[in-house]
């Protein structure tokens, strides 16, 4: 009977341990050294960000030591790996950055023999000749891009152009400036903008963080707001313009900024201002600027309002920088307008607001209907097919000639819901590339799209349907592969 | 100035020691605390530490006057001329440009044509919570539920940095009777406060950015991009998203202030886990629900007047605590669909419903979902063509394994019984002080590292 346990009690409940202010002070301390130790660089980093003021005097008065710190113990270095795998950016240094690469070498930079820059056909607007304008590549991709400035003008495009079938990327790159190159450096993000989303059209709205000095050629930096910072300024927005229109297969809509509320924001908006319009004049063809001053702003002098439609709307923030949804949707008309006029025919029925905004009050009433069915339906666990809701987008079937050059044995069909012919036929090349080999299958994404095929196999080749969906995007092609 | 950010980083440990130095001269102390709360709201625009002063200095009278009369008619007056004054106040700053277009548009076509300025007025952060505690102030003085406070009193009350601009709605009875004792250095809660700083860094910066960043702002910003699947996603997402991010603020607030030795009301407890809309609101965002409830629902006459004035009474209440989120429709739609949805439970009340226990629950989640979808969106335009996405199927291409998992985990944990993630609590409080801080540190950096060039963006009910 020696063996039988009497139960133990059970423990009393935890207690919460008592602790004494010096050990709140020594947990913080604690933490606060350990982070000076690993974070000195980013510490210094974000007060460099900062706006020039108390604050920024504070945090750079611990950055900066803690920075140098960190270049004797390299204990940054180890957090950087140990954490690295968390970051959400894309890298926004490298190739193209202003920082580090050559200087402008556009053909209207000062020749380097001192001689007059030739002039090319691209500074001509055919539109101005009355020439007729060489005829662009099929409207697939818009990229809306920019500063903060660029929000809400990017969801109303994307709004609008997404009906068409129309692919918007949107990529504002909140609190970045051209002059600004610490947190985001221009050069870099357009080159990686247009290689990535490879745009045919891109709307830029940028300039509400600009003002900052800029390094020059030769050493040294030039403060704002005079010609040496406007002549940098203009440089860098050259380099970008010609990265976007990509030797001129795309077009760039580059929005000017609207006289801002402040006066000394107003100084620096003409500035740059008057270089985006100098940065253009090489590119007339392929480059339009659309004017934001005369829209919200006639004259250069700020006002909170407008007249639309015969009634007095509010078209700013509370900022006196931003533009509200109401200026948003304004601003999208004009760049709207643009679009049409360049890709004729591809983006007409998207200009008119009207085409696609329902009225208020069927809004509400599609909300509510919706809501109520959505709410019985809520038990259920899945919200089934509402009648209000727009159509499908029907498919499209793309002409494939001969169906070879595809990179198999031949294309016999592609359709496309929601994605152009031009583009559906480069998904298509990319699938054929990413194979390898006649037997060869494709198990990665190709340009954005996830693609699955179903193949039949005969003797000496096999026929084969794939699929391919990005988003709301589909691109189905059948192919026959000889073996 | 935002938690999550390097400034707060320096700022606080230099406030907690002095405030802690100071703790045996109350008066220095005081004045230090209202010093420290003003250079933390001026950051944002020292105009605004101005309004918040007036402020102060205006309801301080006002109580004063209050507790200065016998006559019942008298403080009648006063009491309600100072609620005037800050819904005055309030609404200037946050509904002018709300009301404006559409009062001119009225007087235009009634020809009286006497058309207000249309300007754009900056919103001071934190208004709403400071105005309404201002309102509880003056209130409870009338009601003789507290006693008027010196002037620096009321302006810690109403200034303390930590719950200045976004709460919680910390009523003057709790918290005045907390700054007139010195705090005992020897019983601090250090690591309760410590262990809510991290797990409300990790719901703001970990998982509310990150979902706003990969599905939700998205799905809001042009619903016709996206598939239902997607659409239903970034729903869900954002009902996790706003939950994490508004909790992760209160979490924070209260842990700091934990370690200053000042107590805050519990704001949020596991709301996902409700079984009814009236239970949700005894679980989310707590200090506005029992302000709305004893200072809209009860004077307007709560359930004292029979069904139909009790439904009118409560729809009216969540009308006007939609309003007060801010100055759009939907938030006035979201506070219907509330307060419908209440008055008709309160129809049942009473009665035996023949719905299992899991049913109720998930009812009460979709309505609460259902509501989410008014109040993120821009507009009522973008609610509806959300909604009407829901016709439009097709492959989903925001659902990823990560953001799949960090929705369900945020809804998923708050089901589990509550002694599961207090014994969490309760281990990491047994932790040496040293510990602590090496943890915190190291949950500061991983989740540092998960923010974006661009920086950490404001907590959600900064806006309102």
């Known amino acids: 009977m020696s063996d039988v346990r009497t139960p133990e009690p059970p423990k009393p409940p935890r207690e919460p341990r008592r602790f004494r202010a010096r050990d709140a002070l020594l947990a913080i301390g604690v933490a606060a050294l350990l982070l000076v130790m690993f974070e000195g660089p980013s510490i210094r980093r974000g007060g460099e960000r900062m706006d020039d003021g108390f604050w920024k005097t504070v945090v750079l008065a611990v950055g900066k030591p803690a920075d140098a710190f960190g270049d004797v113990v390299p204990l940054p270095e180890i957090g950087d790996e140990l954490t690295s795998w968390l970051s959400p950016d894309d890298d926004l240094g490298g190739p193209g950055s202003f920082e580090t690469s050559a200087q402008d070498t556009t053909p209207q930079a000062p020749a380097a023999d001192g001689k007059v820059p030739p002039v090319t056909p691209d500074y001509f607007d055919p539109h101005a000749l009355g020439d007729k304008a060489p005829e662009p590549r099929e409207l697939d991709t818009v990229l809306v891009t920019g500063d903060s400035l660029a929000m809400p003008l990017d969801a109303e495009v994307a709004r609008r152009l997404s009906a068409e079938g129309i692919e918007v990327v949107r990529d504002p790159q909140i609190g970045t400036g051209i002059s600004k190159a610490d947190i985001g450096d221009w050069g870099s993000i357009s080159l990686r903008q247009a290689e990535k989303e490879e745009p045919d059209a891109t709307v830029m709205f940028l300039g509400a963080n600009e003002g900052f000095p800029m390094p020059k050629a030769g050493g040294g930096t030039v403060e704002c707001c005079g010609v040496d910072w406007a002549t940098e300024y203009a440089s860098r927005a050259r380099r970008m313009m010609d990265t976007y229109r990509q030797d001129g297969e795309a077009r760039v809509y580059w929005l000017t900024l609207p006289a801002p509320r402040d006066e000394e924001r107003q100084r620096v908006a003409r500035v740059v201002n008057e270089g985006i319009a100098v940065a253009a004049q090489p590119f007339r063809a392929h480059i339009r600027v659309i004017d934001m001053v005369e829209l919200f702003t006639p004259g250069g002098k700020y006002r909170d309002s407008l007249d639309i439609e015969g009634e007095e709307t509010i078209v700013r923030e509370s900022d006196g920088v931003h533009l509200n949804k109401e200026g948003a949707r304004l601003a999208a008309d004009r760049v709207l307008d643009a679009l049409t006029d360049d890709f004729r025919g591809q983006a007409a029925a998207v200009s008119q607001e009207v085409s696609i905004r329902m009225s208020r009050l069927f809004r509400l009433a599609a909300l509510l209907a919706v809501g109520g069915l959505m709410t019985a339906m809520a038990p259920a666990g899945a919200p089934a097919e509402t009648g209000s809701g727009p159509t499908a987008s029907p498919s499209k079937r793309c002409s494939v000639g001969s169906g070879r050059g595809y990179g198999t044995t031949y294309v016999r069909s592609i359709t496309t819901r929601r994605v152009g012919c031009s583009r559906a036929k480069a998904v298509v090349r990319a699938f054929h590339r990413c194979r390898k080999g006649a037997r060869g299958r494709c198990n990665s994404r190709v340009k954005g799209y996830s693609c699955s095929e179903n193949r039949n196999g005969g003797v000496g080749s096999f026929d084969s349907n794939v699929s391919c969906r990005r988003g709301g995007k589909r691109v189905r092609h059948a192919y026959t592969q000889f073996t | ?464």
């Open chain 2, 1 to 464: 100035m935002l938690f999550p950010t390097v400034e707060f980083a320096i700022y606080f440990p230099i406030m907690l020691a002095i405030s802690w130095a100071l703790m045996s001269r109350l008066d220095w102390w005081k004045v230090f605390i209202v010093g420290a709360s003003y250079l933390f709201y001026g950051t944002a625009n020292w105009k605004f530490c101005l309004l918040l002063a007036g402020v102060t200095v205006g309801n301080h009278l006002f109580a004063r006057a209050i507790a200065g009369t016998e006559d019942p008619r008298r403080r009648k007056q006063l009491v309600g001329t100072a609620v005037a004054l800050d819904l005055a106040m309030l609404g200037v700053f946050k509904y002018y440009a709300f009301f404006v277009e559409d009062v001119d548009r009225v007087l235009d076509s009634t020809g009286l044509g006497l058309p207000l300025p249309l300007l754009t007025i900056a919103l001071p952060v934190g208004i709403s919570f400071f105005t309404f505690q201002a309102i509880t102030y003056v209130v409870d003085t009338y009601r003789g539920h507290a006693e008027p406070a010196p002037l620096l009193d009321v302006a810690v009350y109403l200034s303390f940095f930590s719950h200045l601009v976004a709460g919680p709605i910390v009523r003057a009875s709790e918290f005045l009777p907390q700054i007139n004792t010195p705090r005992d250095p020897n019983n601090v809660a250090v690591g309760a406060g410590l262990f809510l700083i991290a797990v409300g860094l990790v719901k703001k910066v970990a998982v509310a950015d990150f979902l706003a960043r990969e599905v939700v702002d998205p799905v809001f910003a042009v619903p016709e991009a996206h598939s239902a699947v997607d659409v239903i996603f970034g729903v869900y997402a954002y009902a996790a998203q706003i939950y994490c991010d508004f909790s992760g603020y209160t979490d924070m607030a209260i842990g700091l202030a934990l370690l200053l030795g000042i107590v805050f009301p519990q704001n949020f407890n596991r709301p996902y886990r409700s079984r009814s809309i009236s239970e949700f609101w005894r679980r989310w965002h707590m200090t506005l629900s029992r302000f709305l409830r004893d200072y809209l629902y009860i004077p307007l006459g709560g359930n004292r007047g029979g069904r139909l004035a009790t439904a009118r009474n409560l729809l009216l209440t969540m009308l006007l605590g939609g309003l007060w989120h801010g100055a759009a429709w939907g938030f006035v739609v979201w506070g219907g669909i509330h307060g419908t949805a209440l008055v008709v439970e309160h129809q049942f009340r009473g009665r035996k419903v023949p719905f299992p226990g899991w049913f109720k629950w998930l009812l009460t989640f979709h309505v609460v979902v259902l509501a989410w979808i008014v109040f993120r969106a821009a507009d009522l335009d973008v609610a509806g063509q959300l909604l009407s996405q829901l016709g439009d199927w097709g492959p989903a291409t925001l659902i990823t394994w990560t953001t799949l998992l960090v929705v369900m985990l945020t809804i998923g944990l708050q089901l589990l019984p509550e002694r599961e993630t207090g014994e969490l609590r309760l281990r990491v409080e047994q932790l040496h002080p040293a510990a602590m801080g090496a943890a915190l540190a190291g949950v500061v950096a991983l989740v540092a590292a998960t923010v974006p060039t661009q920086g950490v963006p404001p907590f959600i009910y900064f806006a309102f």
